[in-house]
């Protein structure tokens, strides 16, 4: 239900809050008719309730639940994703703050280093995971051998794995790498288990290092292994705009 108008916050001081201007900016995009609550353009002296509202600019959702908290990690090798492991390994909610609690969205492997999210926003983290959403997960793998063209064009095309064929994908040679192996870049859209390294494996190239190196508009080659940071207002603007839903 629409907070009254002596109940919730001014709609400007919820946008200010989360980083979309000044509260005059932000009176000025409301009178411009480019916020809208629960769908309805607003209009200025609006009241919302920050916990329930749903609110856009210019169509894209606007993130202003101050309950929320969206962290980015890098995570190491030999940390595990999931929240309890029966062997003691460590694990990456070990390497944030417990409070607020948050978890993964989605997972990477034992052996996989990289960007990982971690939130206490289902919403967002449903749609993230969501194969519907196609969201893009990019990967730096360094492989045993250097693969052909041919190769690299069966990985973007599809390769029949035993729980179905992977869907279209991008992949390109980013240099070799001592030892004889080579650094391949790949982009999926899909979170199957080990996908990268079960295709890579597929075309005769078995992974060495595995790193995931962007998820949707996210990425951060600062972050060292084992650190994390707060996304901005702006990364989880642009996380659900990667997510909105194209009929609302
Ligand atoms: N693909 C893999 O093989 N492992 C991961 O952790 C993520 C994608």
């Known amino acids: 239900m629409a907070a009254s108008d002596s109940e919730g916050e001014r709609l ?17 995009l409301i009178a411009e008719g480019r916020v809208t609550v629960d769908g309805e353009v607003a209009i200025l ?4 309730d920050p916990e329930t509202a749903r609110i856009a600019v210019d169509g894209a959702p606007v993130g202003v639940r101050p309950d929320l908290v969206h962290l980015l990690l890098h995570k190491p090798v030999g940390v595990v994703t999931t929240a309890d492991d029966p062997q003691g390994r460590p694990t990456v909610v070990q390497m944030v703050p417990d409070e607020p609690r948050v978890f993964a969205v989605g997972r990477l492997d034992v052996d996989t280093e990289g960007l990982l999210l971690l939130t206490n926003d289902g919403e967002l983290a449903h749609r993230l995971t969501h194969p519907s959403y196609g969201v893009e997960k990019e990967y730096v793998a360094e492989v045993e051998g250097v693969p052909t063209r041919a190769t ?15 869907a279209p994908a991008r992949a390109s040679l980013v240099g070799d790498a001592p030892g004889g192996s080579a650094m391949v870049r790949l982009t999926i859209h899909e979170g199957r288990n080990r996908q990268v390294r079960r295709m890579c494996e597929a075309v005769g190239h078995p992974v060495r290092r595995l790193v995931r190196t962007r998820i949707g508009p996210i990425a951060d080659r600062a972050l060292a292994a084992g650190s994390w940071r707060e996304l ?3 990364e989880v603007r642009a996380l659900e705009v990667a997510v909105a839903d194209p009929t609302t």
Do not use: N, W, Y
């Open 152 to 166: 690299l064009r069966r990985l973007r095309e599809g390769i029949d794995l035993d729980d179905g064929p992977t």
């Open 45 to 48: 002296g609006r009241r919302v």
């Open 232 to 234: 901005t207002g702006d």
């Open 12 to 28: 400007q001081k919820v946008l200010a809050r989360v980083g979309i201007g000044s509260r005059r900016s932000c009176e000025d």
